[in-house]
C-alpha cells in the first residue's frame, strides 16, 4: 500500500468517525449544553459533558485503532498473490 491509498483510507475512516460523532452531537448536545459556555452550564449538564466526552475518545480511539488494524491487514496481503503459469506445449508429428 503506497503513501497515496494510506491517505486515502485514513481520510475514509476519519470523515467516518468525525461525520457519525457530528450527527450524534446534532441530535443529543442539548443534553450538555452544547451552545453555552461552560460556566453556564447546569450540574446535570457538565455530567452529560463529561460522559459524552468520554464516549466520544472512546469512539474515537477505537476508530484509529481499526484504522491501524486495516492498513496493516491490507498490507500484509499486497503484494503476496501470486499466479503459477503452465503452458502445454503441443508436439507436432
Request: avoid cysteine; aromatic fraction near 12%.
Amino acid at each position: 500500500m503506497d503513501s497515496t491509498q494510506k491517505s486515502i483510507l485514513t481520510k475514509r475512516f476519519q470523515t467516518t468517525m468525525i461525520g457519525s460523532l457530528f450527527e450524534f452531537e446534532k441530535a443529543f448536545g442539548y443534553l450538555w449544553g452544547q451552545d453555552k459556555d461552560e460556566q453556564d452550564l447546569t450540574d446535570e449538564e457538565l455530567d452529560f459533558l463529561d460522559k459524552w466526552d468520554f464516549v466520544r475518545n472512546q469512539i474515537l480511539n477505537n476508530g484509529n485503532n481499526q484504522l491501524r488494524k486495516a492498513i496493516s491487514d491490507i498490507e500484509k496481503t499486497t503484494g503476496n498473490i501470486k499466479y503459477n503459469y503452465r503452458f502445454n506445449q503441443k508436439k507436432e508429428d
